[in-house]
């Protein structure tokens, strides 16, 4: 009787150590990622309203330069507008650029990024991105990888087919692909990165996605952490919604010329998001930025937008 209560509290003290033990940091399984978005990349020496058009390649520049000098990054996201317009020379030059970042990367389409009607079309987009840069073995412009255990994640394409449009909005083919991808990774802390947000940072009809509550509908239908990472609005934003994550970052091109990196800790209970806010240190280019935009508070968000910690729970 002895022997067998002994037996029975060694095993509750290994299962309490197991317990505490994997909630640990230096236990967790840490992802750590750049997202850069809005570069607009432009090869004119004209500025267009709020966005320094003329100095997009230094403000990248910098950017690359000051995440090659983070350790331990696992890729870098570039979430739409990487180019301000759609020219076969612009988003070469762009690519040589991004081709010096010591990490993988991966693009996301905007709407500067595309047309219809001349040479940059999505299907030649991913043609010159398959032929150009390594880590881009995809056949779409939406696509889906793990870039380690316990992490999914999914790349979506919210820019129109038909005519130029700041409005995003997801085909119903997309949307089906995504629900199944989500049906498969119903145990992975999901990452999405889209250039429209589902959340905007503020109003804006002519921006916003046409199907939002479509898109909306199928997120909702699983309970596991998933962060939504955007762009387009050119504003930092952060805000959690049960286990969806919202996150909008500013333009690189426009004021506060920022990128963010992100360190994202996956607990057997709880997802843990880090988020350090990058400003440009061209801070004269950043000051002239700052007096070309209107509301440069907006853009900039409030302390919380910026450097901030958010957990999610998991839900069993």
Same mark, same amino acid.
């Given at each position: 009787? +002895?022997?067998?209560? +002994? #037996?029975?509290?060694?095993i509750?003290?290994v ?19 750049a ?14 309203? =709020? +966005?320094l ?29 990487g ?11 762009l690519i #040589? ?5 010591? =990490?993988?990367? =991966?693009?996301v389409?905007g709407n500067h #990024? ?6 940059l ?6 043609k010159i ?9 995809? !056949?779409s412009? =939406? ?5 380690q255990?316990?992490?999914?994640v999914?790349?979506? !394409? ?9 409005r995003?909005?997801?085909? !119903? ?7 199944k991808?989500?049906?498969k990774?119903?145990?992975?802390t999901?990452?999405?990165f889209?250039?429209f ?9 002519s921006?916003?996605?046409?199907n939002a509550?479509e ?9 596991m ?28 091109a ?14 057997h ?12 240190n061209?801070?004269?280019l950043q ?21 901030t ?8």
């Amino acid at each position: 009787m +002895k022997k067998l209560l +002994k #037996d029975c509290l060694y095993i509750l003290f290994v299962v309490v150590v197991m317990f505490f033990v994997s909630d640990l940091p230096s236990f967790s399984k840490t992802l750590k990622f750049a997202q850069i978005s809005d570069i607009h990349y432009s090869l004119i020496r004209d500025d267009n309203s =709020y +966005k320094l058009l003329s100095k997009t390649k230094p403000l990248l520049e910098d950017a690359i330069s000051q995440i090659n000098n983070h350790k331990n990054i696992k890729f870098v996201m570039i979430t739409g507008d990487g180019i301000d317009q759609p020219t076969k020379e612009s988003i070469y030059s762009l690519i #040589d650029d991004l081709n010096t970042l010591r =990490y993988p990367w =991966y693009y996301v389409i905007g709407n500067h #990024d595309t047309t219809t009607s001349g040479y940059l079309n999505k299907e030649n987009i991913v043609k010159i991105l398959q032929e150009k840069n390594p880590a881009y073995k995809f !056949d779409s412009t =939406y696509y889906t990888f793990k870039p380690q255990n316990g992490y999914r994640v999914i790349v979506l !394409d919210g820019a129109k087919n038909q005519g130029i449009s700041s409005r995003g909005i997801l085909p !119903d083919e997309e949307l089906q692909w995504l629900d199944k991808i989500l049906s498969k990774s119903k145990h992975d802390t999901v990452l999405i990165f889209i250039h429209f947000p589902l959340l905007p940072p503020f109003d804006s009809k002519s921006h916003e996605i046409i199907n939002a509550e479509e898109f909306k509908a199928v997120l909702q239908k699983y309970n596991m952490p998933i962060a939504i990472f955007s762009g387009h609005y050119h504003a930092a934003k952060i805000t959690k919604r049960g286990n969806l994550l919202h996150v909008s970052t500013p333009a690189l091109a426009g004021y506060p010329n920022a990128f963010r990196i992100v360190e994202v800790e996956n607990k057997h209970n709880k997802v843990k998001f880090k988020f350090e806010f990058c400003e440009t240190n061209l801070k004269d280019l950043q000051a002239k930025t700052k007096i070309m935009t209107f509301g440069g508070a907006i853009y900039y968000g409030k302390p919380k937008d910026r450097n901030t910690e958010i957990i999610i729970e998991k839900k069993k």
